[in-house]
C-alpha cells in the first residue's frame, strides 16, 4: 500500500507506477494490493521520519541533495509539471526532455528552498560517522607526510616539489618509490574490471531464472561523442544486490573455487576471457583500454586467494561496494599494501568511509590512509618518517 498523502502526485506525474513496488535487498517487484490509505507514512502519524541518504556521487554529493532527494525530485517534477502545462505541453516527461534547463534550473531553486528549511526546521538528523570515529574503529595506520603547498593551485591542491607542482597522489608515489616500493594508480575502476572479466560467466549465467536481455548504449561510441549501435548483455533482475547473492550463494562459491590458486593461471584467465566479457564490462564502465591495463596489473601484483576476496566482497552487494577504493597500490616483492591520499584539508567521502568499513569487516586487506600535512618554517617539501596507528 501507499500513503494517501502521495495520491494526488503520483496519479498525476507517476501513474505507471502505482501498481507495484520494489524490494530494496532483491529490485524484486511486489504487486500493490491496497492501494492508497491514510496514515501510512511517518509523516501523517505525527512521527519523526527515518533518513535514507543517497550514496554521494557526481552532482549529488551535498547532505541535502542526499537525505532530501525525494523532496526534492518530487516537488521539482510539481513545479515544473506546472510550468509545461502554461506551456500547452500535458506530457512532462517529453516536456523535461525538451527543456532541460528549465528543469535544472527549477531544480536549483527547490534546493536552494529545502536547504533553507532544513536550517530553520530540520526534517532528517545528518547522523553519519566522522572521519575519526571510523579511522580508529578500522585500526587504519595513518601516514604522516610534511609538503610545501603551492599557492592558488585551483580547486585541486598541488604540492611544490623542487622547480615543479604535483598532486598529493604523486607527492606519495614519490615518497615510496624512495623507500624502493612500487606504486600503481587504482581507484575503483580497476576493480570493475576484474569483477567483469572473472565473474561475467556467472552474471551471465544461462540457467540463471532470473537472467535477462537488457540494452544499453555504447560506452566507446560515448567516449568518442558518438551514438553508436545499442549494446546487449545478460543480467539477472537482481544483479548487483545483497539478495542476488543470498539467492545464488552455492553458484558463487562453486565459481570463485574454480578460480585458480596461481597467478599465472588468473592471468591467462584474465586474457582468455576479456573479449567474451566486454558487453558485460561495458554495462560496468568497465571497458578502457588504460583500466583495463591496470586491472591486469593488479592481478600481476596481488596474490590469488586475495583477487578471489575481492570478487567475493564485489558480488555479495556490488551496487553498496564498487565505489570508494584507494588511491594507489603500493607493492615491494611479496609485501603491498593500499593507500588512501588526502591533502592537508581534504576529508573522506562517505563511500570512502564506507569502503573502509567493508575492508576492516571482510575484506582485511592491508591499507594505510596517507595524510599530507602542510611543512611549517621549510622551503622545500619532504616527506617525515612518522606513523600513526590509531585503533588496534
Not at 122 to 147: C, F, H, M, N, T
Amino acid at each position: 500500500m501507499m500513503c494517501a498523502c502521495d495520491e494526488e502526485f503520483g496519479r498525476r506525474f507517476l501513474p505507471h507506477q502505482l501498481d507495484h513496488g520494489t524490494e530494496l535487498g532483491t529490485r524484486r517487484k511486489m504487486p500493490v494490493t491496497i492501494g492508497f490509505q491514510k496514515n501510512v507514512c511517518n509523516s501523517c502519524r505525527g512521527i519523526p521520519e527515518e533518513p535514507a541518504p543517497k550514496a554521494p556521487m557526481h552532482g549529488r554529493t551535498s547532505r541535502v541533495r542526499r537525505y532530501y532527494w525525494r523532496e526534492i525530485s518530487m516537488e521539482t517534477i510539481r513545479r515544473f509539471g506546472d510550468w509545461a502545462l502554461e506551456q500547452g505541453e500535458t506530457d512532462w516527461l517529453v516536456a523535461r526532455r525538451n527543456h532541460k534547463d528549465t528543469y535544472r534550473s527549477i531544480e536549483q531553486r527547490v534546493i536552494a528552498k529545502i536547504k533553507d528549511l532544513h536550517s530553520r526546521s530540520p526534517k532528517y538528523v545528518y547522523d553519519e560517522e566522522s572521519q575519526s570515529d571510523i579511522l580508529a574503529k578500522s585500526g587504519v595506520e595513518i601516514v604522516r607526510l610534511d609538503g610545501t603547498y603551492a599557492k592558488h593551485s585551483g580547486a585541486r591542491a598541488a604540492l611544490v616539489v623542487g622547480n615543479a607542482t604535483c598532486s598529493p597522489e604523486q607527492f606519495a608515489v614519490q615518497h615510496y618509490e624512495k623507500q624502493g616500493y612500487d606504486t600503481l594508480f587504482l581507484e575503483s575502476v580497476p576493480f570493475h574490471v576484474l569483477f567483469g572479466v572473472y565473474l561475467w560467466l556467472l552474471i551471465e549465467d544461462p540457467a540463471d531464472p532470473k537472467n535477462r536481455v537488457v540494452g544499453f548504449g555504447n560506452r566507446s561510441a560515448f567516449d568518442a561523442g558518438a551514438k553508436g549501435e545499442q549494446v546487449l548483455c545478460i543480467l539477472p533482475e537482481d544483479f548487483g544486490t545483497s539478495g542476488y547473492a543470498s539467492r545464488r550463494k552455492a553458484s558463487i562459491d562453486q565459481h570463485l573455487d574454480f578460480l585458480p590458486s596461481d597467478r599465472s593461471e588468473m592471468l591467462w584467465i584474465f586474457d582468455y576471457w576479456l573479449e567474451p566479457s566486454s558487453n558485460m564490462r561495458q554495462y560496468l564502465w568497465a571497458h578502457r583500454s588504460e583500466d583495463i591495463a591496470r586491472a591486469r596489473q593488479v592481478v600481476s601484483i596481488l596474490p590469488p586467494e586475495e583477487i578471489r576476496r575481492v570478487l567475493r566482497y564485489l558480488v555479495g552487494d556490488y551496487w553498496r561496494r564498487y565505489c570508494g577504493w584507494p588511491d594507489l597500490l603500493v607493492h615491494r616483492e611479496d609485501d603491498f599494501f593500499l593507500a588512501e591520499v588526502k591533502s592537508s584539508k581534504d576529508k573522506l567521502s562517505e563511500d570512502q568511509k564506507n569502503w573502509i568499513r567493508g575492508n576492516a569487516a571482510e575484506l582485511q586487506l592491508p591499507f594505510k590512509l596517507v595524510k599530507i600535512h602542510r611543512a611549517t618554517g621549510r622551503m622545500e617539501s619532504g616527506p617525515s618518517d612518522e606513523t600513526v596507528a590509531l585503533g588496534s
